[in-house]
């Protein structure tokens, strides 16, 4: 292992490190809102919202994220790291819509009749009393998927993303040392899929002990 790729280069994977951690940090947040959002509709008393939700999900889910980040990057015309970013909030939000509906439907009708018989409407008791425990209990396959969001941003490189990959892709071009060079990059992708990890535990066993 030759670390003198890593001093002789630290600007590069620093730079892709930090465009990195943007777009999985707005992808993350942006897809759990359009998550939940989405998973309301799924479950919504009406049909055409339900199949709008069931027809998003489904679609998004089964098609590969490089199609669609391609699709976002050659049709708008978005630069890569924008384009980047949007293509994995579509995708990630289908697989966090479906984690978010699991979570709802494990709280009790009751919980919902509770909330509208003190006067709530129904996206009231939903925004209020139920998604906020639905999170709770999802918590494990919500960090699953957030851990993953952060693997599948290396996809960025294909659209010159300028991320982590991406500069990974020009140094070893450049300094033809390949094996050294990726094993650097799986290092930073580590400092930040790691504390994630232990970070979603740490939530789950909090939530364990509150309840």
């Known amino acids: 292992m030759n670390f003198s790729i890593l001093t002789n280069n630290m600007d590069m994977f620093l730079q892709g490190f930090k465009v990195t951690i943007i777009a999985s940090v707005t992808a993350l947040i942006a897809s759990l809102l359009l998550g939940a959002f989405i998973a309301v509709l799924r479950i919504a008393p009406y049909k055409p919202l339900n199949r709008l939700g069931t027809t998003y999900v489904e679609f ?11 699709f976002v990057y050659l049709v708008f015309n978005f630069k890569g790291i924008t384009a980047g970013t949007i293509a994995l909030t579509i995708y990630t939000t289908a697989f966090i819509a479906e984690a978010i509906r699991a979570g709802i439907l494990s709280i009790p009708e009751g919980q919902m009749e509770a909330a509208r018989s003190s006067g709530l409407t129904y996206s009231q008791a939903m925004r209020i009393v139920i998604l906020p425990q639905a999170i709770k209990v999802v918590i494990p396959p919500l960090g699953n998927q957030f851990i993953n969001l952060v693997k599948n941003s290396s ?49 789950e066993k909090r939530l364990a002990k509150s309840n």
């Open 155 to 203: 996809l960025v490189a294909v659209i010159a993303g300028g991320d982590l990959m991406y500069q990974a892709d020009l140094i070893s071009a450049r300094t033809f040392r390949v094996m050294d060079t990726y094993i650097l990059v799986a290092m930073f992708y580590l400092v930040l899929t790691i504390p994630l990890s232990l970070g979603v535990s740490y939530l």
């Open 60 to 70: 998004f889910r089964n098609i590969p994220l490089l199609i669609i980040t391609l």
